[in-house]
Nanobody
Framework: QEQLMESGGGSVQAGGSLRLSCAAS????????MGWFRQGTGKEREGVAI????????FYVDSVKGRFTISRDNAKNTLHLQMNSLEPEDTGVYYC?????????????????????WGQGTQVTVSS
């Protein structure tokens, strides 16, 4: 059974950093397009960043460009999100997700309906 489990969330002050990790299990040799989504209180869930199996194709939401970096370690079946210069607006539950496709496509890249495998989420809280 394909499963995703996030870790690394926590509470930091504005300007701080956190590194999220997502451990994938049950995928065998399948290296799917994967990504991070987040949902703030009272807000809809939004796509933060996605990455294809080789790491050659990456998309970010405009609000995190230059601050967040998505990466993956296929040998360890792990996805990461390095978050720097955190802002209170980054607060929310962060979810790891996988799309049953080896490539990530720019068209509607952040459409969560394209992602069929989800983790439970990890809370990130940024205080001002």
């Amino acid at each position: 059974q394909e499963q995703l489990m996030e870790s690394g969330g926590g509470s930091v002050q504005a300007g701080g950093s956190l590194r999220l990790s997502c451990a994938a299990s049950g995928f065998g040799d399948r290296r799917y397009c994967m990504g991070w989504f987040r949902q703030g209180t009272g807000k809809e869930r939004e796509g933060v960043a996605i990455i294809n199996r080789s790491g050659s194709t990456i998309f970010y939401v405009d609000s995190v460009k230059g601050r967040f970096t998505i990466s993956r370690d296929n040998a360890k079946n792990t996805l990461h999100l390095q978050m720097n210069s955190l802002e209170p607006e980054d607060t929310g539950v962060y979810y790891c997700a996988a799309r049953r496709s080896y490539e990530c496509y720019e068209y509607n890249w952040s459409d969560q309906d394209n992602f069929g495998i989800w983790g439970q989420g990890t809370q990130v809280t940024v205080s001002s």
